[in-house]
Structure formats: C-alpha cells, structure tokens
C-alpha cells in the first residue's frame, strides 16, 4: 500500500489563505467577494472555470499574472498545518505505509512549505508542478504511479479533483472533510473523515 496526499486543504489548513486570496482579487476587479461556506460548497478545479463564475473575466486577464497576484496575496496570510497532520502522518509510519504528496502547487513552493514545517522525512516523494495554474495533478500523479509500480494507492484528499485522480490510477480516496469542498460534495463518491487520523486509519482499513 501507499498513501498518496493532498497538500493544499488536507495536509495544510489553509482555507483562510485561499478565501483571502480570492477575496483580494475580487476586490481589485469590484467584484462581489464571497464568504467560506460559498468556497466549500463551490470550489473547484480548474481554478480558471471557478474565476469565470465568480465574474473574473479571464480572456482579459494574463493568466501568469493573475496567478502570481493571487500566490502573493495567499503567501500574506499565516499557515500551519491541520490540527492532527503530524499525529496521522505518524500513524501510517508506524504502520510502515509509505507516503508521498502529490499536488498541484508548483513545486518549489511545496517543497518550501514542507522544509519549514519539518515533515519532509515522512515521505518517499514530493511531487508538485512546474507552474501556479492550480489545474490538475493529473499527470503527476501518473507518472509517479507508473514510476512506484505495482502497489495499491489510496489517495488522501478534500477535493473532487482528488477523487478524480483516484479515479485515474484506479486507486481509493478517502476524503477529508475539514478542507475547501463541504463534506456533502464529496460523501457520494468516498468515505468523508473529520480528521486525518480518521482518514488514515480508513486507508490502511482499520
């Protein structure tokens, strides 16, 4: 078995960064901002096609710079990681389960944020993209199974994107349900934990 995380929203507690974020970039253009419970309940990637629904009118935009505003604005507020992350990645440790993170934030800003909150040494792999579109880890997550070999994924995730990427190497999700999509998104597709303890004692079918 191998645990495949999530990073942004279910290893990082960072819906607050993200709400802000928007929020900023919504205000420049006067646009309506949004509160927490219309981010979960709506959130979604690409983030592009979530922009346009918010009234961002992307065509204008150049997207790099739209996505160098928005990291800027993320990387105003402080992180920390979800209240039991280090307590469930130890737990899989213990049980000899290797992890890895695969997300699709750009790789050096993962890297980055893991070194600082010192749980790198908890992972076989990191795994991030080479740009801030904040599209898919599809690919990623791809080539790293292929790359891994025959062994049975569970992906740990809050997202539909995750299941998704689930879907894609034919492996389970186990969905947290404390990061940017509500819990009643996602309870159609997967078992919701409210931790992540919770989520990793499901993966190794505890």
Not at 30 to 35: Q, W
Not at 51 to 66: F, H, M, P, S, T
Not at 89 to 99: D, M, R
């Amino acid at each position: 078995m191998f645990i495949v995380w999530d990073w942004n929203g279910t290893l990082l507690d960072d819906n607050h960064a993200s709400l802000r974020a928007l929020n900023t970039i919504l205000s420049r253009r006067s646009l309506p901002t949004v509160d927490l419970d219309y981010y979960r309940r709506n959130f979604a990637f690409p983030v592009a096609n979530f922009y346009e629904q918010l009234g961002v009118r992307i065509k204008d935009e150049d997207w790099d710079a739209l996505a160098e505003e928005y990291h800027d604005a993320y990387h105003e507020s402080s992180l920390s990681l979800a209240p039991d992350a280090r307590d469930a990645l130890a737990l899989a440790a213990a049980s000899s389960v290797p992890q890895a993170v695969v997300s699709a934030m750009r790789e050096d800003y993962l890297v980055s944020d893991m070194d600082k909150f010192g749980i790198r040494d908890f992972f076989h792999s990191v795994l991030g993209t080479d740009n801030l579109d904040g599209c898919s880890k599809l690919s990623r997550m791809k080539d790293f199974a292929s790359q891994v070999g025959d062994r049975k994924f569970v992906v740990i995730g809050d997202s539909l994107h995750d299941w998704e990427v689930a879907e894609e190497i034919g492996a389970k999700c186990v969905f947290y349900g404390g990061g940017s999509h509500a819990p009643s998104r996602l309870r159609h597709l997967g078992p919701v934990a409210e931790t992540l303890c919770k989520a990793v004692r499901l993966a190794i079918g505890e």
